[in-house]
């Protein structure tokens, strides 16, 4: 882990900031050219090998491992899924909510899916309540505390919610949460790779995420974190026979899930995800999260304050402590904005009513002067 990396080298992996300045990482993040390799390697080993199971096996043991290293969790506590969402439904289909604790807390900073799914156990006794977010666009710890009870199963949270880039007290939540016995499932997709992240420290019980965004990888693979303390306790019933505790035993007279976090698997591993995961993860943690976090950090503080100063209203707290990569800006027509945006070769996304700048630590001061020149040559469109 490098504690100054070479910033300009580690932009010079990603062939589209060439043309592009490129501020959707919450959306996608850039492919690299060591990702490119491990894609084209998948297409060569197919092409020579033609099968090679126990190759792929070890490529997703290695995925494995790769995000327990930069959740500090353990490999047994991993489980390598085929996005977000199936985790949480792995997850979901192992709580039972046929006894009194029946409720789940989900905060109203949450992606569509933690929420969704959460409505979905409701066919199986689940309650759902919402902790609605303040004018300054977080969750107060308040709303937490009116909600959390004895009833409570489960809160589902997000690390940095995908909107406007929000970070929730995650320490404050997970307190009163263990406090009044209930678990806590964090959602740090927009986050991993973006900012440093102990699962231990934090005190989560579960976490989800992805590798499309900020850890460089693709779509269509994600991870669930599981404490250990709680793996031997939760059998799910969403499954398969990569849930088994002995995959290769093919016993179709009984579910044998695995003693570790994969019994939250399902099916075959998502294969050519795992060689674009791996490399992008390892690229991550080469250049070292702490050193990317404060990267983004400063990237972005120096992107709010020069938004502010150009006359945009941001729906972003400024307070660092308070915001992960992304820096909201709101927008008459978030569309158009976006549109016109991408005309000039600055690709932003957006949401409701904010145009979404979402900054890696490959982005440097020419993308933030790009953005900053974008929206002021559009200034019809601010609100
Ligand atoms: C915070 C967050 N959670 C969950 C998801 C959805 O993940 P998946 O499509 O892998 O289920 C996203 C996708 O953008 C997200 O930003």
Redesign the pocket.
């Known amino acids: 882990m490098s504690s100054h990396p070479d910033w300009a080298a580690l932009r010079a992996l990603f062939p589209t900031l060439q043309h592009k300045a490129y501020l959707a990482s ?2 996608y993040g850039l492919l690299a050219k060591p990702v490119e390799a491990a894609l084209r390697l998948y297409l060569h080993d197919r092409l020579e090998k033609g099968v090679d199971w126990g190759g792929w096996g070890e490529r997703q043991e290695a995925v494995r491992e790769a995000v327990a290293g930069l959740l500090n969790a353990d490999a047994d506590e991993i489980a390598v899924t085929t ?4 985790g ?1 439904n792995s997850l979901a289909s192992s709580l039972d909510f046929s006894d009194p604790r029946n409720k789940v807390v989900v905060s109203n900073l ?2 569509p ?2 929420a969704q799914i959460w409505h979905a156990q409701t066919s199986r006794g689940a309650v759902v309540e919402h902790a609605p977010e303040a004018a300054d666009g977080t969750v107060p710890l308040e709303q937490f505390e009116r909600l959390i009870d004895a009833r409570t199963k489960l809160v589902q949270i ?1 690390h ?1 919610c ?1 909107r406007n880039g929000a970070k929730i007290d995650v320490p404050g939540v997970v307190r009163l949460a263990h406090e009044r016995g209930a678990l806590v499932l964090l ?1 740090c ?2 986050s991993v790779g973006a900012v440093d992240i102990d699962v231990g420290a934090l005190g989560v019980d579960f976490a ?3 590798m ?2 900020y850890l460089l990888g693709t779509a269509g693979i ?1 991870f669930l974190y599981v404490a250990r303390r709680h793996i031997a306790a939760l059998t799910p019933t969403v499954s398969g026979w990569f849930a088994q505790a002995d995959i290769a035993a093919m016993d179709i007279f009984a579910n044998t899930p695995s003693p570790t976090a994969r019994r939250f698997e399902t099916g075959t591993p998502p294969v050519p995800n795992c060689y674009a995961a791996e490399a992008g993860i390892g690229l991550i943690r080469e250049t070292g999260v702490l050193a990317i976090e404060a990267r983004i950090r400063e990237l972005t503080g120096e992107a709010m304050d020069r938004l502010t100063a150009a006359g945009c209203t941001l729906a972003t707290p400024r307070d660092d402590a308070r915001r992960g990569p992304q820096v909201a800006i709101r927008s008459k027509d978030a569309a158009a904005m976006t549109e016109r945006l991408a005309a000039r070769g600055v690709v932003v996304s957006w949401r409701e009513d904010k145009v979404r700048a979402m900054f890696h630590a490959y982005n440097n001061g020419a993308d933030i002067d790009a953005l900053v020149e974008g929206l002021a040559a559009n200034r019809d469109l601010l609100a």
Not at 83 to 86: G, K, L, P
């Open positions: 919450g959306s996005s977000a969402s199936a949480i949450e992606f899916t933690g997000t940095v995908y959602d997709f927009q989800v995420g992805g499309l965004k994600g």
